[in-house]
């Protein structure tokens, strides 16, 4: 009769009966909750939950004891109607500490112990990723009975769906210093280090986060090498490309560096990887697939920090340079330039005006002549120059060595980019934008369509008029003007009310960058960048003639202002 009344109930979509309903079916599973085979009533209420009619009026009537109670069930299909239910609410924030105040933690864990179902696995997995996800429950994850050691058991599962999924809880666990050893005491490295080599993104990025953190806090940093290490000479190439490309993602962040410098033939591996795959390379190589493209940029990543330099020419990292040396592709290039700029003194010099490397994003990659830029994290990053200017006309241009999403155009010393990651110029009051690959400009989150789209090798021109009436900012495209971009622009406009703002998830944005505002105030412009992933450009400030000059404005290498 029950059972009648929740179909007709759902397939009616009428919702006035579920107190009732729950209270019938609750009254009748408490009574069994102490049996190791749960009642027909908790089974006909899983029905019910899953069917998302009324659930949160049902757990009013008692919570989720009926569905652990057929968790401990020892029945196969009530264990895998629970595991089906425990999932599905670990997806839904408001539900994760309910499940673990209530006992669905310890009731997962036993799940785990006591079926050989690949589904029920598949379920338990799921409602741990998502139990995770929530930072303040990682600690009850990893200090209850069996609970680690259930997530890095289902991480090495053979159904790859599973492992994928407690892979990433593992890696969330991991982002917590505290955990990282209880996670490798378990054996949670290994399954680690293979989510950071799986074919899907977004699953290696979780994997490298939790893995940048690990070297960050110096745990296991051999151990962790050691692996990518010994993938990176494995027999097949695409596993090659990703565990190398893991390397470079580890290498961006200069504590990391610390770390990795001294580790024994570190450095000389990368060099051998370079110069070895190098040798036997066809230009250009495929930007997704090349082992050389990411050890050349872990290299290039090591190289930056002079103390790194003693070791990196004591092996022999000049037969680098000359592997790379006729290089086209824009990522081994900048590699190139990068070591040749150290080691052979060779480049622009160091300009008075530049971009700043003391005022950017810390994943941001830039020449050591502070005109070149590259992005090979997985968010936005941003970069200003280290003038700015109140007054006047003024002038530069970006040359584009990659075709995708970058943002290019002008920001305030309280644009929210730099203490944001993941934000780019023209996401806040505080900057304005031209992005060619989507052909828009963009200011204040919103974005307009604008331009055209641009290209490898095009040439942007910012032009800036703070004398025109409130300011107007226009841009060009390899000499075409593509037209008023942003009037009205005059920061005293609409930012007196809004000094120094403080994003709501971050430091103030401009915690970083207090060198390069030592003398501005919040009036002035700075040419600014963001780039999205694998993007690089090249700046010219005019230190360089223009390629194509606008004549009624002054470079941006004659600003005074600093």
């Given at each position: 009769?029950?059972?009648?009344?929740?179909?007709?109930?759902?397939k009616?979509?009428?919702?006035i009966?579920?107190?009732?309903?729950?209270?019938?079916?609750?009254?009748?599973?408490?009574?069994?909750?102490?049996?190791?085979?749960?009642?027909?009533?908790?089974?006909v209420?899983?029905?019910?939950?899953?069917g998302?009619?009324?659930?949160?009026?049902v757990?009013?009537e008692?919570?989720?004891?009926?569905?652990?109670?057929?968790a401990?069930?020892?029945?196969?299909?009530?264990q895998?109607?629970?595991?089906?239910?425990?999932g599905?609410?670990?997806?839904?924030?408001h539900?994760r500490?309910?499940?673990?105040?209530?006992?669905?933690l310890?009731?997962?864990?036993t799940?785990?112990?006591?079926s050989?179902?690949?589904?029920?696995?598949?379920?338990?997995?799921?409602a741990?990723?998502?139990?995770?996800?929530?930072?303040?429950?990682r600690k009850?994850?990893?200090?209850?009975?069996?609970?680690?050691?259930t997530?890095?058991?289902l991480?090495?599962?053979?159904?790859?769906?599973?492992?994928?999924q407690?892979?990433?809880?593992?890696?969330?666990?991991?982002?917590?210093?505290?955990n990282?050893?209880?996670?490798?005491?378990?054996?949670?490295?290994?399954?680690?280090?293979s989510?950071?080599?799986?074919?899907?993104?977004?699953?290696?990025?979780?994997?490298?986060?939790?893995?940048?953190?690990?070297?960050?806090?110096?745990?296991?940093?051999?151990?962790?090498?050691?692996?990518?290490?010994?993938?990176?000479?494995?027999?097949?190439?695409?596993?090659?490309?990703?565990?190398?490309?893991t390397?470079?993602?580890?290498?961006l962040?200069?504590?990391?560096?610390?770390?990795?410098?001294?580790?024994?033939?570190?450095?000389a591996s990368?060099?051998?990887?370079?110069?070895t795959?190098?040798?036997?390379?066809n230009?250009?190589?495929?930007?997704?697939?090349?082992t050389?493209?990411?050890?050349?940029?872990?290299?290039?990543?090591?190289?930056w920090?002079g103390?790194?330099?003693?070791?990196?020419v004591?092996?022999?990292?000049m037969?680098?340079?000359?592997?790379l040396?006729?290089?086209?592709?824009?990522?081994?290039?900048?590699?190139?330039?990068?070591l040749?700029?150290?080691?052979?003194?060779?480049?622009?010099?160091?300009e008075?005006?530049?971009?700043?490397?003391?005022?950017?994003?810390?994943?941001?990659k830039v020449?050591?002549?502070?005109?070149?830029?590259?992005?090979?994290s997985?968010?936005?990053?941003?970069?200003?120059?280290?003038?700015n200017v109140d007054?006047?006309?003024?002038?530069?241009?970006v040359e584009?060595?990659?075709?995708?999403?970058?943002?290019?155009?002008?920001?305030t010393?309280?644009?929210?980019a730099l203490?944001?990651?993941?934000?780019?110029?023209?996401?806040?009051?505080?900057?304005?934008?031209?992005d060619?690959?989507?052909?828009?400009?963009?200011?204040?989150?919103?974005?307009k369509?604008?331009?055209?789209?641009?290209?490898?090798?095009?040439?942007?021109?910012?032009?800036?008029?703070?004398?025109a009436g409130?300011?107007q900012?226009?841009?060009?495209?390899?000499?075409e003007?593509?037209?008023?971009?942003f009037?009205?622009?005059?920061?005293?406009?609409?930012?007196?009310?809004?000094?120094?703002?403080?994003?709501d998830?971050?430091p103030?944005?401009?915690?970083?960058s207090?060198a390069?505002?030592?003398?501005?105030?919040?009036?002035?412009?700075?040419?600014?960048?963001?780039?999205?992933?694998?993007?690089?450009?090249r700046?010219?400030?005019?230190?360089?003639s223009?390629?194509?000059?606008?004549?009624?404005?002054?470079?941006?290498?004659?600003?005074?202002?600093?």
């Amino acid at each position: 009769v029950v059972r009648e009344m929740v179909e007709f109930n759902i397939k009616r979509r009428y919702r006035i009966a579920n107190h009732s309903i729950g209270a019938i079916l609750l009254a009748e599973s408490s009574s069994n909750t102490t049996r190791k085979e749960s009642s027909p009533g908790a089974r006909v209420l899983a029905g019910l939950i899953m069917g998302n009619e009324g659930d949160s009026d049902v757990l009013k009537e008692g919570g989720l004891a009926p569905i652990i109670s057929m968790a401990l069930s020892d029945k196969g299909d009530l264990q895998l109607e629970a595991a089906h239910v425990l999932g599905s609410y670990a997806q839904r924030d408001h539900m994760r500490k309910k499940i673990v105040e209530e006992g669905g933690l310890r009731a997962l864990v036993t799940l785990m112990q006591q079926s050989d179902s690949l589904e029920v696995h598949r379920f338990v997995a799921l409602a741990l990723y998502n139990l995770a996800q929530d930072a303040s429950l990682r600690k009850n994850i990893v200090e209850s009975d069996g609970g680690l050691q259930t997530i890095v058991t289902l991480a090495r599962s053979q159904r790859a769906l599973v492992r994928r999924q407690a892979a990433r809880a593992v890696a969330l666990l991991a982002l917590d210093p505290l955990n990282q050893h209880r996670i490798c005491e378990a054996g949670g490295l290994q399954p680690l280090v293979s989510l950071a080599i799986s074919e899907y993104f977004e699953f290696r990025a979780d994997a490298v986060r939790a893995l940048a953190a690990m070297v960050r806090y110096n745990n296991f940093v051999q151990d962790i090498v050691g692996h990518l290490v010994n993938l990176v000479g494995g027999p097949n190439s695409e596993i090659q490309t990703r565990a190398m490309a893991t390397i470079a993602d580890l290498t961006l962040v200069r504590e990391n560096r610390a770390h990795l410098v001294g580790l024994p033939h570190f450095v000389a591996s990368l060099v051998d990887i370079c110069t070895t795959t190098g040798a036997a390379a066809n230009f250009p190589i495929p930007l997704e697939h090349a082992t050389l493209v990411h050890a050349a940029s872990a290299l290039g990543n090591m190289s930056w920090t002079g103390e790194f330099q003693d070791e990196l020419v004591n092996s022999d990292v000049m037969r680098v340079v000359d592997v790379l040396k006729n290089v086209s592709a824009s990522d081994l290039r900048f590699a190139h330039s990068f070591l040749m700029q150290h080691f052979r003194g060779v480049g622009a010099p160091v300009e008075a005006v530049r971009l700043n490397v003391m005022d950017k994003t810390p994943l941001l990659k830039v020449l050591p002549d502070c005109r070149e830029i590259r992005n090979e994290s997985w968010t936005f990053e941003s970069i200003r120059a280290n003038m700015n200017v109140d007054s006047g006309q003024w002038y530069y241009e970006v040359e584009l060595l990659t075709d995708g999403s970058m943002r290019i155009g002008w920001a305030t010393r309280t644009c929210t980019a730099l203490g944001c990651p993941g934000e780019g110029i023209g996401d806040d009051d505080w900057s304005y934008a031209f992005d060619g690959s989507m052909k828009t400009k963009w200011h204040n989150h919103q974005h307009k369509s604008y331009g055209r789209k641009w290209k490898v090798g095009d040439i942007v021109g910012c032009a800036l008029n703070m004398d025109a009436g409130q300011g107007q900012l226009d841009f060009t495209l390899n000499g075409e003007h593509l037209g008023v971009a942003f009037i009205d622009i005059n920061p005293l406009n609409d930012e007196v009310m809004h000094e120094n703002p403080v994003p709501d998830n971050g430091p103030p944005p401009m915690l970083i960058s207090q060198a390069s505002d030592l003398f501005s105030n919040d009036v002035a412009l700075y040419p600014a960048i963001s780039l999205g992933r694998l993007q690089q450009c090249r700046v010219n400030f005019g230190h360089d003639s223009f390629r194509f000059p606008a004549p009624a404005y002054r470079p941006f290498a004659q600003a005074g202002k600093s």
